[in-house]
T-cell receptor, first 107, second 115 residues
């Protein structure tokens, strides 16, 4: 079973920041948090991952709370092409997907 | 660089018929995964290969599903016989190795419809 809890859906205006929350209260000390997204009719796409520290790449930023029980994926300037299902995954030795958050970016 | 290639993209078969899906992972990737994704759900891992060895097939329904990875490169997933409940998208993914398994690259999937 997935070890994460995410809201089923969110909306975001184009050009605004999209902040996607994830709860992972049972995460262990050596488990990473991974984020993927899945655009309609495509396979999942890796976005970013982290252990303790905040991470940033060309796609997004990942903020992990100090107690590591939750995290937030930030898309700084959402575009229509960011409309997708976003999965937060606690990784041990396999990727176990939950049902994710369906992000709808509107004009 | 080519990504993970799967074929066919779509397949419609009658129940009780056999079906096979093919996957070509990214060159040099030792770890290969097959996932099944039902409508409205996240992908579910069926089997994981490290080179040609199946190291995790605990979620593979072995009565009707089989998989192989010849020479540790391409892989085939087979269903025989197919049932109505097998209708889903079958995704193949690969990663460099188990250590980097969190960063997997997925193909576009094969959408199977059993009628």
């Amino acid at each position: 079973d997935a070890k994460t809890t995410q809201p089923p859906s969110m909306d975001c205006a184009e050009g605004r920041a999209a902040n996607l929350p994830c709860n992972h209260s049972t995460i262990s000390g050596n488990e990473y948090v991974y984020w993927y997204r899945q655009i309609h009719s495509q396979g999942p796409q890796y976005i970013i991952h982290g252990l303790k520290n905040n991470e940033t790449n060309e796609m997004a930023s990942l903020i992990i709370t100090e107690d590591r029980k939750s995290s937030t994926l930030i898309l700084p300037h959402a575009t229509l092409r960011d409309t997708a299902v976003y999965y937060c995954i606690v990784y041990t030795d396999k990727l176990i997907f939950g049902t994710g958050t369906r992000l709808q970016v509107f004009p | 660089e080519a990504g993970v290639v799967q074929s066919p993209r779509y397949k419609i078969i009658e129940k009780k018929q056999p079906v096979a899906f093919w996957c070509n992972p990214i060159s040099g990737h030792n770890t290969l995964y097959w996932y099944r994704q039902n409508l409205g759900q996240g992908p579910e891992l069926l089997i994981r290969y490290e080179n040609e060895e199946a190291v995790d097939d605990s979620q593979l329904p072995k009565d009707r599903f089989s998989a192989e990875r010849l020479k540790g490169v391409d892989s085939t997933l087979k269903i025989q016989p197919a049932e109505l409940g097998d209708s889903a998208v079958y995704l193949c993914a690969s990663s460099l190795d188990r250590r980097t398994g969190g960063e997997a690259f997925f193909g576009q999937g094969t959408r199977l419809t059993v009628v």
